[in-house]
C-alpha cells in the first residue's frame, strides 16, 4: 500500500483521515514521560509529542534521525503540533538513521512495517536536508533555526522548556481571564470576543448523545425584545408567531447548541444559528426542524432533519470557533454556565 505523506507546512488541524508525514529530528527532549521532538522537512517544522506503548521496547530518538509518522494527530493548541500517542487509533512511528542507510530502522514502534520505493527517496532527501530560508516562519520554525544555529544543549533545551511553558501559560492566561470575564457579564449583554478561540466539546461530535431536542433550539427574534433590549428567548413551540412578553410578531431562527471547550468545571453553550454555516454541501431544511418541533411532522421529514443534524455535526468536526459576537442569554455563577447567542462568528478549519 503506498502511502501519501503530507509536508510539515502544508499539515492542518483535526483534519480527518490523519495524515501521514516525515520529518527530521532537529531538537528533541523528555516531557514527563513523553518525547518531544522537532521535526522539519523542506517546508517547515512541527513539534511532535509522542506518548510511549504502554507495553513494549521504548522508542529511541537520536538527533538527525528521520522520522516517519502513519496517522498522526494534529492538534493546534496553544500551538499547532502533532500528538503520536503511539499504538492509539493506528499511530504508529518508523525511525531511520540519520544517514538515511537502506538497512534496518533505528526504531520501530510495531513489529510489520513497510519501506517503499518512495520512502527510501523520502528518506533520503531528508537526510541530505540542508537547512535554508525561506520556509514559512512559524514559532517551531524559528526555534529550529535558533537551535540548528546553537550547538549548546543544555542552553537549547532550557530555552525551549521556557518559550514552550511561557507559551502555554500565557494561552491558559488569555483564556481563563476572558472565560472569567464572560461570567461576569451581565445577562443581554454583548460579548465580543475576538482572539480567542474555541474548541468544540468532543462529545457534541456523537449524534447519539445529541437528541434533537438538545442539539437544535428555537430562537425567539422579535424586534423590540431581542433587537432592541436584548433579550433573548427559547422556545420549543414551533407554531410561536408572537413574543411571549411584548406580543410582537416574531419570527423564529433554527439554531444549533454548541458546547465549547473551556476551563475545568466551567462550561459555555454557544448558539449557533444554522444560516451561520453557508456551505453547497449541506442542504439546509430548517422548516423541517420548525415542523419538528411543533410536532406535525412526519417520519420522513424527521428523518431529514436527523440527517441534516448528523451533517452539520461532522461539517463542525475539527473546526475552531474565533470572533465570536453575541448576546448573553442566561448565566449561572455558581453553577458556572453561561449561554451565548452567537450574531456572528468565524469558522476556522486551522
Ligand atoms: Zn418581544
Redesign the pocket.
Known amino acids: 500500500m503506498a502511502y501519501e505523506y503530507t509536508k510539515i507546512a502544508d499539515l492542518a488541524a483535526y483534519r480527518k483521515p490523519a495524515p501521514h508525514l516525515y520529518g527530521k529530528i532537529v531538537f528533541l527532549a523528555k516531557y514527563g514521560e513523553q518525547d518531544l521532538l522537532l521535526l522539519r522537512d523542506e517546508t517547515g517544522s512541527i513539534f511532535v509529542f509522542v506518548t510511549p506503548i504502554e507495553s513494549g521496547e521504548p522508542l529511541r530518538f537520536e538527533m538527525n534521525q528521520i522520522v516517519r509518522i502513519h496517522r498522526a494527530m494534529v492538534k493546534r493548541l496553544p500551538l499547532k503540533n502533532v500528538d503520536a500517542q503511539v499504538g492509539k487509533m493506528g499511530c504508529s512511528i518508523v525511525v531511520w538513521p540519520p544517514n538515511g542507510c537502506q538497512g534496518k530502522p533505528s526504531s520501530v514502534s510495531s513489529k510489520t512495517w513497510t519501506r517503499s520505493e518512495g520512502d527510501q527517496d523520502r528518506i533520503n532527501e531528508l537526510s541530505a536536508l540542508k537547512w535554508g530560508s525561506g520556509t514559512k516562519m512559524t514559532t517551531a520554525d524559528e526555534m529550529a533555526d535558533y537551535m540548528i544555529e546553537k550547538k549548546d544543549t543544555k542552553k537549547i533545551r532550557d530555552t525551549v522548556d521556557k518559550i514552550w511553558a511561557e507559551t502555554h501559560a500565557r494561552f491558559q492566561m488569555q483564556l481563563a481571564k476572558k472565560t472569567r470575564g464572560l461570567f461576569w457579564t451581565p445577562q443581554g449583554a454583548e460579548v465580543k470576543a475576538p482572539q480567542l478561540e474555541y474548541e468544540i466539546v468532543k462529545s457534541f461530535f456523537h449524534p447519539t448523545q445529541m437528541t434533537f431536542k438538545s442539539f437544535f433550539q428555537l430562537v425567539i427574534v ?1 424586534p ?2 431581542s433587537e432592541k433590549k436584548k433579550v433573548i428567548k427559547y422556545t420549543e413551540n414551533g407554531k410561536a408567531k408572537w ?1 411571549p ?2 406580543k ?1 410578531s416574531i419570527q423564529l431562527v433554527v439554531g444549533m447548541r454548541v458546547p465549547v471547550d473551556v476551563l475545568p468545571n466551567y462550561t459555555i453553550v454557544l448558539t449557533i444559528p444554522v444560516k451561520t454555516i453557508q456551505t453547497d454541501a449541506l442542504e439546509s431544511c430548517e422548516n423541517d426542524v420548525i415542523e419538528c418541533f411543533d410536532r406535525t411532522a412526519d417520519r420522513e421529514t424527521f428523518g431529514r432533519v436527523k440527517k441534516f443534524q448528523r451533517s452539520l455535526q461532522t461539517f463542525l468536526n475539527g473546526c475552531t470557533l474565533k470572533n465570536i459576537e453575541g448576546i448573553v442569554v442566561t448565566k449561572s455563577v455558581p453553577l458556572k454556565t453561561c449561554i451565548i447567542y452567537v450574531n456572528d462568528c468565524l469558522i476556522s478549519f486551522e
Request: glycine fraction near 0%; proline fraction near 0%.
Open positions: 422579535c423590540k425584545c413574543c412578553t411584548c410582537e
